[in-house]
């Protein structure tokens, strides 16, 4: 069963938002996760080795470049169409 609920860390305990439907002193596995997103890692500069582009900075081509403009392009274009009165 897999169940998603909210709730606040209080020392060692968390105190769930609501009843998590489990009977008591049953064996759970908890996986935390903060509500907000941290930010870069200390030390982090825009395309540094540790961004996905950065790490494959030696692998790009321009055939890469002409497939991005390609993309940039085709999204410019409008996505709707006159429709004749």
């Given at each position: 069963?897999?169940?998603?609920?909210?709730?606040?860390?209080?020392?060692?305990?968390?105190?769930?938002d609501?009843?998590?439907?489990i009977?008591?002193?049953?064996?759970?596995?908890?996986?935390?996760?903060?509500?907000?997103?941290?930010?870069?890692?200390?030390?982090?500069?825009p395309?540094?080795?540790?961004?996905?582009?950065?790490?494959?900075?030696?692998?790009?081509?321009p055939?890469?470049?002409r497939?991005?403009?390609?993309?940039?392009?085709?999204?410019?274009?409008?996505?709707?169409?006159?429709?004749?009165?």
């Amino acid at each position: 069963m897999n169940v998603v609920l909210r709730g606040t860390v209080r020392g060692r305990m968390i105190e769930l938002d609501r009843d998590p439907g489990i009977e008591e002193n049953r064996v759970v596995e908890v996986i935390l996760r903060t509500r907000q997103l941290p930010g870069p890692p200390p030390g982090w500069e825009p395309g540094s080795t540790e961004t996905a582009a950065g790490m494959r900075a030696d692998a790009w081509t321009p055939e890469d470049d002409r497939i991005l403009e390609q993309i940039h392009q085709e999204r410019q274009r409008s996505a709707f169409r006159e429709i004749p009165e």
